[in-house]
């Protein structure tokens, strides 16, 4: 029911964390001429984050509305979720899709936080990766109340819990996640594709798709010559990197590829990409294709949209009840319905297939794909295969982006 | 006659002397070409409109789920009431045309006086004028939207519609007052002259004489800037705090499918546009009549 | 007093529009002048440094990408000359009545968004899409012949999306000559094209520079067509500096590389109206 207080209080896990992330801004350099960019990171130990963050929630009362930003069509169309919501607990819910990648939007959120003022959002949904450790280290992002998260320590699965780069689920709790693995067109493919080095085959030179974003190639370098990247050192990234490079230059790769990769694969213009699960789905059902997709034998990515709180929300309390509200069954399983992204509600596949068994017609179809489909619920064999990205914090960055970037924009 | 036409030519009638048979045949070939220019023209804007077709197509496949990418079949239902299935949609297309009609009107007043004052006059400073329009045009757009947004941040103005459509205004200013300027540029200043030597306030002789004489330069810079703001997606995207504009809600559809809704906006939009080109087709008939 | 009301006209118009731009444009640019030459990353703060090296870094790592930028810009923006010089004469010259709906149906695509042209062009385009499919089938094109993700779709895309920025200008230009100058050649027995080479085409000068200036300029500093239709090495300057600002979060690499395709462009503008001397052309044919 309520939290258990030793969630809290690993100290050993906790405070390296907080030795990187809270304490790490003793260095902060402010010195600066005209207008630069202030650096913000605050120094804190557990202990005092934990008593702030009481103390905090201590103080706030419900004004009555959220504010909630969410990448586009990432919620069910109709807003049912958000309209029982309103209806069972008052509080009005301005949903608006503002966030197109996370690097934008944190370059949008972050001026204004620094210099004090409110974003106007009292809940956002951040991938973990670089600009989610940001925000926590430069204290953007307001600690979550513990005990207003009792539908997510009763009903969230256990590997969406406590996860590496929010231990003790301070700062975020998940809102879906997905996996990038490999896609594949049959009608050009015929051999079934199970490794990372499938997608470096000189055969499909010229129809290979990869990801732009430095995070996902990263990993997927890493996992080409075999090292965890949740425990990469830079000398791994260098040898990754030449591995990508060496796929560039053979003139295998077709492009570098944001989100369009699915419009490629599905035209027959790449034949084989990285890609991520749920779009595999979405574009099956649309076209009634048959792509295929598999998280490679030397392993995929899992990340994870989180939801979190930024400093100065206007209603941070009604933004706490929002959140616990997703974690119940059957608002989860709406949601999962439309988005077709991986759930941490693990009971929400339950949900939806007594659903389907009282639907009728395409409806009940479409339930029973997405109540059925490995792309939504990960097997246990996927789970021990799929690794976080690589923990970029802003202090390995440039080094990090100096080895990645020139795979992508040379 | 519209401000816009430049007065007829004459035909001369054929008639049977040897100049005269020159010049018909000069004529034969001259038609020839300028049914070529005509027939360019015209392949250009079918050239222009081209995935214009491609999406109206597209707002009547249907698909089984959100992807629109490839075609499953022909349905009218998108342009019933699953229409308004994504409501910040149709909010973000309002909010989009009203900033890119509120810039437009704006930058056109400043760029156009902007431009009279660069084409018509020798004065200090034009270089440095000169200097900054060039610059607002070639600054990156990622360079505008970051100092924007660090300029209303620091000042403490709320982000919205109003920063917006400041931000379009001014980079639309300077593609304005070029365009403005290349009309200037050369314009015969005896009218104004004869203008001023009749008595005619400065007003008057800018209102009478100048504006009409720069009348296309305006159009056309006007109709450059509100492409340029209705399109626009990196600085909006980074001084409008929480209000949503239609490219702005396009580009963060693309990671997650582009469902046919938004072809079927395309194509209203597009739709529109068209019906608003047919009528001043028609009104220009007859005021030429 | 009358000639010192006239000296002041020109301040007066240039004053609105002028500190629009100094309040909008200069001053928080400047903030990023400063932060060129700075160093540090954004959780701990940038300090300035007066790092010049930032600028040669900036040369150094992405040359390449400069001068790709700079190619694909001078190539798309004759390709704007070439397609839209033709489609300003015809409609300045035979428009007619019907002047400002031509100029509409130039600028209607427009009004659509762009990600939804050019998701539409990578249909047209695909490889074995309606335009190829045909070809490749017929035997007229090799099976692996591709337009996308390449640098000729990147191009071709640049061009598209800025042809009405070339053909505006030269048409405004055009519109202004009158036609009784040309009748007046020909009667004089100049051929068609004398006429236009001694005639209109001098005449047409200023709009061909203002076009020029709005598309090379703008195309140099473009970034989305090539990350939509380019291939690996098509990477231009834009999508640099994007990544600078936004992925890596190196807001003075960034900016360095802002300011130097800016000086460069400069350059390149300043460098083609002193050789097309555009100026002084004109003030012989306002006399």
């Known amino acids: 029911m309520t939290h258990t207080p030793s969630r809290l209080s690993r100290p050993s896990r906790l405070s390296r964390r907080s030795a990187l992330g809270l304490g790490g801004g003793s260095a902060a350099a402010l010195a600066l001429a005209a207008c630069g960019v202030q650096g913000a990171a605050k120094t804190q130990t557990t202990g005092q984050a934990q008593s702030a963050a009481q103390k905090f929630w201590k103080t706030q009362k419900a004004t009555g509305t959220v504010n909630f930003a969410n990448w586009a069509l990432y919620i069910d169309p109709s807003h049912q979720t958000l309209k029982e919501f309103t209806k069972a607990t008052g509080i009005a819910v301005n949903y608006s899709e503002v966030i197109q990648d996370d690097d934008s939007f944190f370059a949008k959120v972050n001026p204004v936080i620094r210099s004090g003022q409110s974003t106007g959002y009292d809940l956002m949904v951040i991938t973990d990766g670089l600009q989610f450790t940001e925000l926590v280290q430069l204290g953007e992002v307001l600690p979550l109340d513990q005990s207003r998260l009792t539908n997510f320590y009763k009903y969230a699965g256990k590997p969406y819990q406590n996860r590496a780069f929010d231990p003790g689920n301070v700062y975020s ?65 260098k040898k990754a990197a030449s591995a990508l490079m060496q796929q560039k230059s053979a003139g295998i790769v077709r492009q570098y590829y944001d989100q369009s990769y699915i419009n490629a694969l599905a035209k027959g213009d790449t034949w084989i990409t990285m890609a991520w699960s749920g779009d595999i789905f979405q574009q099956n059902l649309s076209a009634g294709s048959d792509l295929q997709f598999v998280v490679p034998k030397e392993g995929g990515t899992i990340w994870t949209d989180n939801m979190m709180i930024p400093r100065y929300a206007k209603d941070p309390v009604a933004a706490m ?82 080895v990645f970037q020139p795979v992508v924009a040379g | 006659m519209t401000v816009l036409d430049s007065p007829e030519r004459d035909r001369v009638p ?135 947004l660090s300029f209303f941040v620091t000042l403490r103005i709320p982000l919205g519609l109003p920063t917006i459509i400041v931000a379009h205004t001014m980079f639309c200013l300077s593609f304005v007052a070029v365009t403005v300027r290349a009309r200037v540029l050369g314009l015969d200043r005896s009218l104004e002259e ?5 008595g005619a306030g400065p007003w008057s002789t800018f209102r009478l004489v100048t504006l009409p004489l720069i009348f296309p330069g305006v159009l056309a810079g006007a109709l450059l800037a509100f492409a340029i703001s209705i399109d626009d997606f990196v600085v909006t995207s980074f001084v409008s705090g929480s209000t949503q504009t239609f490219p702005l809600w396009v580009w963060s559809a693309t990671r997650n499918g582009l469902p046919p809704q938004v072809d079927v906006l395309g194509t209203l939009i597009f739709a529109v546009g068209l019906v608003a080109v047919v009528v001043s087709a028609l009104l220009g008939r007859r005021s030429a009549r | 007093m009358r000639r010192f009301r006239h000296a002041a006209v020109p301040y007066l118009l240039i004053l609105p529009g002028g500190l629009w731009l100094v309040i909008f444009f200069v001053i928080p640019v400047i903030a990023l002048i400063s932060l060129s030459t700075q160093t540090g990353d954004v959780v701990d703060g940038f300090s300035q440094v007066f790092r010049f090296a930032n600028y040669s870094d900036a040369w150094g790592n992405y040359h390449d990408q400069f001068v790709r930028s700079l190619i694909y810009g001078a190539v798309a923006t004759l390709l704007c000359i070439a397609l839209g010089y033709p489609v300003a004469y015809w409609i300045a010259f035979k428009g007619g009545a019907r002047k400002s709906t031509y100029l509409l149906l130039l600028l209607l695509p427009f009004f659509v968004s762009f990600v939804l042209r050019t998701v539409s062009w990578q249909y047209i385009l695909g490889d074995n899409g309606m335009l190829l499919g045909p070809l490749k089938s017929a035997g007229i094109l090799p099976g692996n012949f591709r337009v996308l993700a390449t640098g000729t779709a990147v191009i071709g895309g640049l061009t598209y999306n800025y042809l009405p920025f070339m053909v505006l200008p030269i048409y405004v230009a055009l519109e202004r000559v009158d036609p009784r100058l040309v009748e007046a050649a020909r009667d004089l027995y100049a051929s068609r094209t004398q006429a236009f080479r001694q005639v209109v085409f001098p005449l047409s000068l200023p709009g061909v520079f203002a076009g020029v200036l709005l598309t090379f300029v703008p195309v140099a500093a473009d970034y989305v067509n090539a990350s939509l239709l380019g291939g690996t090495g098509n990477t231009m300057i834009g999508n640099i500096i994007q990544d600078e600002f936004l992925t890596a979060q190196d807001y003075p690499t960034g900016a360095a590389l802002s300011f130097l395709l800016m000086a460069i462009l400069l350059i390149g503008m300043f460098s083609y109206a002193r050789v097309l001397g555009t100026e002084e052309v004109l003030e012989v044919a306002a006399r």
């Open chain 1, 173 to 237: 709790v998940p809102w879906a996640s997905g996996s990038t693995g490999i896609a594949w067109n049959p009608k050009y493919v015929k051999e079934p594709v199970t490794s990372i080095a499938d997608l470096w085959n000189p055969a499909y030179a010229g129809h290979v798709g990869m990801m732009s974003d430095p995070q996902e190639i990263a990993n997927f370098g890493l996992f080409k010559i075999g090292v965890d990247p949740e425990t990469s050192t830079a000398a791994d990234w």
């Open chain 1, 321 to 402: 009840e929002l959140i616990d509200w997703f974690y119940r069954p059957d608002m989860a399983a709406l949601l999962t319905e439309a988005i077709e992204y991986i759930s941490p509600v693990p009971s929400v596949q339950g949900v939806i297939k007594k659903a389907a068994v009282g639907a009728t017609g395409s409806d009940k179809q479409s339930l029973l794909d997405v109540a059925d489909s490995p792309l939504v619920w990960l097997s246990a064999a996927d789970y021990a295969r799929l690794k976080s990205y690589v923990p970029v914090t802003a202090r390995n960055e440039a080094a990090f982006n100096g």
């Open chain 2, 14 to 148: 054929p008639s049977r002397s040897a100049p005269a048979a020159a010049r018909t045949r000069r004529r034969r070939r001259g038609a020839w070409a300028d049914r070529l220019l005509h027939a360019w023209t015209w392949a250009v804007i079918v050239w222009l409109a081209l995935p214009i077709a491609v999406m109206v197509v597209f707002s009547f496949n249907d698909p089984h789920g959100r992807f629109n990418i490839s075609w499953v079949g022909f349905t009218f239902k998108w342009y019933g009431p699953d229409l308004l299935d994504y409501p910040s949609l149709t909010t973000a297309l309002e909010n989009s045309l009203l900033v890119a009609v509120s810039a437009t009107v704006l930058s056109v007043v400043l760029g156009t006086l902007v431009g009279l004052a660069l084409g018509k006059y020798r004065f200090r400073g034009l270089g440095a004028a000169n200097l900054v329009q060039f610059a607002a045009i070639s600054a990156p757009d990622i360079v505008l939207a970051s100092s924007l």
């Open chain 2, 194 to 198: 004869a203008a001023r030597d009749l």
